[in-house]
């Protein structure tokens, strides 16, 4: 393998469908993805994520630009970066006729694993999947997180040099998501790379060692979750239930949210004494928090990320 893990410049895919106006799903992405990294691909519905997944993973032919992994030209020798690549595609299901266990042992030895070796890895993803119980049920009697779990689990098995996550815990309790990220980062420190997509923002600050937010096809942001949430202008978030009567005070004191009658402010650790007392005074209750990525995907954005 040469060069890095993903490297895309200027892609572009737009849609086109007679009798309706065209539409540019991506408008000149350009990343790049290090070996062994964990990068997360972040943006509402729509943004351009899956489009950009599924053109990396070969599945979709951009309209322009390039992308390479591990130095081959995923749009002309597509054939040659399969080997190298394993997908949990959004809303991908196991095959309904197959058991988690068959499902995974069959992947495996589609791709050419030994048959030892594909039993050895089935056993070990279904046991980090927390799949035991469920191993020998057909795919069709389980529930959609069981299911998650198993198309996890199938692409975690092969152990492949680039993996590709789209929305891989959807439908997940918590504990079974906290499994999956165990797993990917066991996965990185044995050499894979991992490039997800989550609307789970704590997921992507726990995982993600870089990311980027995109919107309408280009990438507006990239760096790290902490690099992302000290640009918000702060590291503490105060929330004022009923605060919008003074919201001008406030304003003073950093960056500012008015939602109804609540204000956010995001302060600096040492104005915090001084918002408090001013709250205090105003008769106002307020509660302290840190910045969470979610404060910076919205001075970024806009918009929530859950918002369409």
Known sequence: MTGEALRSRDLRKTYLTKGAPEVE????????????????????????????????????????????????DGDRAPEK??????????????????????????????????????????????????????????????????????????????????LFLDEPTIGMDPFARRAVWKCLRGLTQRGSTILLTTHYLDEADALSDRLYIIEHGRVLVDGTAEDLKRSVGGTLKVTIPNGRRELERFRGFGSVVADQDAVTVIVAPERLGELMDVAVRAGLAATVGPVTLEEAFLRVVGRSINED
């Open 81 to 162: 970066v399969r080997p190298y690549i394993a997908v949990v595609p959004q809303e991908g299901k196991p095959f309904f006729h197959l058991t988690p266990r068959e499902q995974v042992y069959t992947y495996l030895r589609a791709r050419g694993l030994a048959r030892e070796t594909a039993k050895a890895r089935t056993e070990s993803a279904l046991d980090q999947m927390g799949l035991g119980d469920f191993a020998d049920r057909l795919a069709i009697t389980l529930s959609g997180g069981q299911r998650q779990r198993t198309m996890v689990a199938t692409v975690i098995a092969t152990e492949a040099p680039l």
């Open 25 to 72: 799903a991506l408008a000149g992405v350009s990343l790049e993805v290090r070996r062994g990294e964990r990068v997360a691909l972040l943006g509402r519905n729509g943004a351009g994520k899956t489009t950009f997944l599924r053109i990396a993973s070969t599945l979709l032919r951009p309209t322009s630009g390039t992308i390479e992994v591990f130095g081959h």
